[in-house]
């Protein structure tokens, strides 16, 4: 009997599949048929089977490296990294066109930056473009736009740490989740998530990483299926592989996205011929994300993929309601705000101690909430009068709480 696993692999009909710097472009910086060769042989199999498939490929950088002859070292430099990615885009295209012709697979350039996930109306967008490409049986390969995405965060206002993404992991999930995809495929040079064996013992134990470019270490054993992202999966993640921006946290995070959106998510060695089939088939390959819940699109919106813009502080009183059951957040609450934002943006959510546990869609500006604190819960009203009715700064449909486990 097919476990269910299977059943949702061998089922999805749309799905999203990035490809890791690893697997797109070799050491020397040149696009790496060898790998790519099966992955679009099997990608023009599941079109003709009926499945709507999207691409979001890596490699842009490190293609423009090897095309001006530059050394690694080179893309420290943020800048650099962006030429790289000017030169690169054009030559990624360019092998990706070659490749798919020859299964009669026709291609669209899909390039986002941060603000098409931050600005609703992008957003919706941007799912409508998705959705007609899809429709007219064409393959999106998607790509951060590095040459202008780190130009436009001082515009949204987002700082670094709080990029909504980082690296085409995230990316993928993100566009995985808004087009309501059934599957997210991480190819990689990893095996996927493994535990290692205690001494002396065959059972699986501390969970560790895979070793770099596909092996394992002694005693390694794969972890074929999580059911939940759990602190202890979190900690053994490391940091990127040469040559890559993501690492092994930036696809638990992903896989984390793609089950709160409902669906699943694989992690498995795109260096290997047959992996992307097999996963497809629901045979083992790597390690599967299978999801128990699904979040609203709107909340998946707040929590992974809006900009926020600024901090409601609120007292011990308010976070109790809001965590402990369906409550709005009433400007009652509300002990500070700080940054700016304007109504129907994004805020987070903060205790006394300043820690996030919440984020949700400002029904006002942080002008009139500001006004709004140390004056009861009224709301302002034209020539300075206010309201006598209670005011909500936060509506609870727009209210999502975060785990920070």
């Not at 979001?56 to 990294?81: F, I, Y």
């Not at 498995?268 to 088939?281: E, M, S, Y």
Request: with cysteine.
């Amino acid at each position: 009997m097919e476990s269910e696993q299977q059943k949702r692999l061998r089922a999805a009909r749309r799905a999203v599949i990035k490809l890791g710097t690893g697997i797109v472009t070799s050491p020397d910086g040149q696009f790496n048929v060898e790998h790519l060769a099966p992955v679009a042989r099997t990608i023009a199999r599941l079109k003709k089977d009926g499945r709507q498939i999207v691409l979001v490929s890596s490699g842009a950088v490190g293609l423009g490296r090897g095309r001006l002859g530059l050394h690694r070292d080179r893309l420290n430099d943020m800048v650099m990294r962006q030429a790289c990615a000017a030169v690169g885009q054009s030559l990624l295209m360019h092998e990706y066109e070659k490749l798919f012709q020859a299964h009669g697979v026709q291609l669209a350039q899909v390039l986002l930056t941060e603000g098409d996930f931050v600005d609703r109306t992008r957003y919706s967008n941007l799912r409508e473009t998705m959705e007609a490409l899809l429709k007219l049986g064409v393959l999106p390969i998607v790509n951060e736009n590095d040459t202008v995405s780190t130009a436009e965060l001082d515009y949204l206002n987002i700082r670094a740490g709080e990029r909504i993404f980082s690296d085409n992991d995230r990316l993928a999930a993100l566009v995985m989740s808004h087009i309501e995809a059934d599957l997210l495929v991480l190819l990689t040079d990893v095996d996927g998530l493994m535990q290692l064996a205690p001494s002396g013992s065959k059972e699986p134990g501390v969970p560790v990483p895979a070793h770099p470019a596909g092996g394992r270490q002694a005693g390694a054993k794969i972890i074929s299926l999580v059911e939940e992202i759990t602190p202890e999966l979190k900690s053994l993640a490391f940091g990127p592989s040469e040559g890559g921006r993501g690492g092994m946290l930036t696809k638990l995070e992903a896989a984390e996205i793609a089950m709160q959106a409902g669906g699943v998510a694989v992690i498995a060695n795109g260096t290997k011929p047959d992996a992307l089939g097999q996963i497809f088939d629901g045979e083992p390959a790597g390690t599967v994300f299978l999801s128990k819940t699904r979040m609203a699109g709107k909340r998946r919106w707040i929590a992974y993929a809006a900009g926020v813009r600024g901090r409601v502080i609120v007292n011990a009183g308010a976070r109790e309601a809001l965590t402990g059951g369906k409550a709005s957040l009433l400007a009652s609450g509300v002990t500070g705000v700080e940054g700016e934002f304007d109504a129907a943006e994004v805020v987070s959510i903060v205790d006394a101690e300043g820690i996030e546990f919440a984020r949700g869609i400002s029904d006002y500006s942080r002008g009139d909430a500001q006004g709004m604190i140390g004056n009861g819960s009224h709301t302002p009203g034209g020539g300075g009068q206010t309201s006598k009715r209670a005011t909500v700064l936060v509506k609870r449909d727009n209210i999502v709480l975060l785990d920070r486990k």
